[in-house]
Antibody
Framework: QVQLVESGGGVVRPGRSLRLSCAASGFSFSSYTMHWVRQAPGKGLEWVALISYDGSHTYLADSVKGRFTISRDNSRNTQYLQMNSLRPDDTGVYYC???????????????WGQGTLVTVSS | DIQMTQSPSSVSASVGDRVTITCRASQVISNWLAWYQQKPGKAPKLLIFATSSLQSGVPSRFSGSGSGTDFTLTISSLQPEDIATYYCQQTNGLTFGGGTNVEIK
C-alpha cells in the first residue's frame, strides 16, 4: 500500500535551516509529481512546493520562494524540503503528498503522510 | 492569484441530516476542484477530485457538484464519523479554501 513517511521536523531558531525528508513506498515513486503542504497550528492548509516526477520542474509558493528548495532522489524513493532563513510564521505541520495519477500534474493530492512538526521559535 | 472562499465556516447538524458546503472561486476554474476531509490530529483525506469524481473507497453519501466559480460538497446523510473539517482546493493554482468545521448537533 502507498506510504509516505516524513521526518526531519523539530524546534529551530529563527534564521536557521532545516531539511525535511519524505520516504515513499508502495508505488512507483519516479512516476509521480510530489508536493509539500503545511498547516500552521489551528489554521488551514497551505500548499508549499511541488516537484515533477523527474525533478526537472519545481514550483514554490510565494511565501517560501527564495528560502525553500524542493528536491528528490528517485533512487532512494525520497523527496526533500530544504528550508533556510526560517521564520516564526513557518511554524506548522508539514505534509508530504502525492499528486493524483495523471500524465501531467493533476493538482490534487491522493495520498498524504502523517506530517512532521516544525517549530520556529527563539 | 485565485482565492477560494468556503461557507459556512462552521455547521452543526443532526445525524442523518443533509449537509451542504459551498466553495466559491474568485475566477472561473472550470472543474479544477477537489475536496478533502481532515479529522483532528490527522492528515487530510481526498474525497472528491475534478469537482464530482469520488475518490476510491469514499462512501457514496459524499458528492460534489458545480462549475465555473461555484461548487458544492454534499453529505447526503450525516454520520458520526463525518465530524471533521472540510477543505476545497483549486487544483490548477493549488490554493485551498479556509475550511468548514462540521459538528453533530
Amino acid at each position: 500500500q502507498v506510504q509516505l513517511v516524513e521526518s526531519g521536523g523539530g524546534v529551530v531558531r529563527p534564521g536557521r535551516s532545516l531539511r525535511l525528508s519524505c520516504a515513499a513506498s508502495g508505488f512507483s515513486f519516479s512516476s509521480y509529481t510530489m508536493h509539500w503542504v503545511r498547516q500552521a497550528p489551528g489554521k488551514g492548509l497551505e500548499w508549499v512546493a511541488l516537484i515533477s516526477y523527474d525533478g526537472s520542474h519545481t514550483y514554490l509558493a510565494d511565501s517560501v520562494k527564495g528560502r525553500f528548495t524542493i528536491s528528490r532522489d528517485n533512487s532512494r524513493n525520497t523527496q526533500y524540503l530544504q528550508m533556510n532563513s526560517l521564520r516564526p510564521d513557518d511554524t506548522g505541520v508539514y505534509y508530504c503528498a502525492r499528486d493524483g495519477p495523471s500524465v501531467a500534474s493533476a493538482g490534487y493530492f491522493d495520498y498524504w503522510g502523517q506530517g512532521t512538526l516544525v517549530t520556529v521559535s527563539s | 492569484d485565485i482565492q477560494m472562499t468556503q461557507s459556512p465556516s462552521s455547521v452543526s447538524a443532526s445525524v442523518g441530516d443533509r449537509v451542504t458546503i459551498t466553495c466559491r472561486a474568485s475566477q472561473v476554474i472550470s472543474n479544477w476542484l477537489a475536496w478533502y476531509q481532515q479529522k483532528p490530529g490527522k492528515a487530510p483525506k481526498l474525497l472528491i477530485f475534478a469537482t464530482s469524481s469520488l475518490q476510491s473507497g469514499v462512501p457514496s453519501r459524499f458528492s460534489g457538484s458545480g462549475s465555473g466559480t461555484d461548487f458544492t460538497l454534499t453529505i447526503s446523510s450525516l454520520q458520526p464519523e463525518d465530524i471533521a473539517t472540510y477543505y476545497c482546493q483549486q487544483t490548477n493554482g493549488l490554493t485551498f479554501g479556509g475550511g468548514t468545521n462540521v459538528e453533530i448537533k
